[in-house]
């Protein structure tokens, strides 16, 4: 059973940074394709970064330039590192995984920028 487990969420000033983890059990992220999402009250959850079996990364634009994806093969655990955070990436962050065909989500966890 795949289970994918986010944090390091919480309440950051404009501008801060924080580091988002997801921890894999059951699959992982090293050959497959990875993402983290991202949804407010009332929209759609919209793709915010993506990164390929073979490491290639895409980003939103909104969040080119600012933030940037990663993982770790030997902890089996994906990054957002996050920077220069602005007040519209509020939002419940989700790891997402692709794995033979297979979609498997996270809980998600509570990104808040406020002054």
């Known amino acids: 059973q795949v289970q994918l487990v986010e944090s390091g969420g919480g309440l950051v000033q404009p501008g801060g940074s924080l580091r988002l983890s997801c921890a894999a059990s059951g699959s992982t992220f090293s050959r497959n394709v990875a993402d983290w999402y991202r949804q407010t009250p009332g929209k759609e959850r919209e793709l915010v970064a993506r990164?390929?079996?073979?490491?290639?990364?895409n980003y939103a634009d909104s969040v080119k330039g600012r933030f940037t994806i990663s993982r770790s093969n030997a902890k089996n655990t994906l990054y957002l590192q996050m920077n220069s955070l602005k007040p519209e990436d509020t939002a419940v962050y989700y790891c997402?995984?692709?794995?033979?065909?297979?979609?498997?989500w996270g809980k998600g966890t509570l990104v808040t920028v406020s002054s």
């Open positions: 990164i390929n079996g073979g490491g290639s990364t």
């Open positions: 997402h995984l692709v794995s033979y065909g297979m979609e498997y």
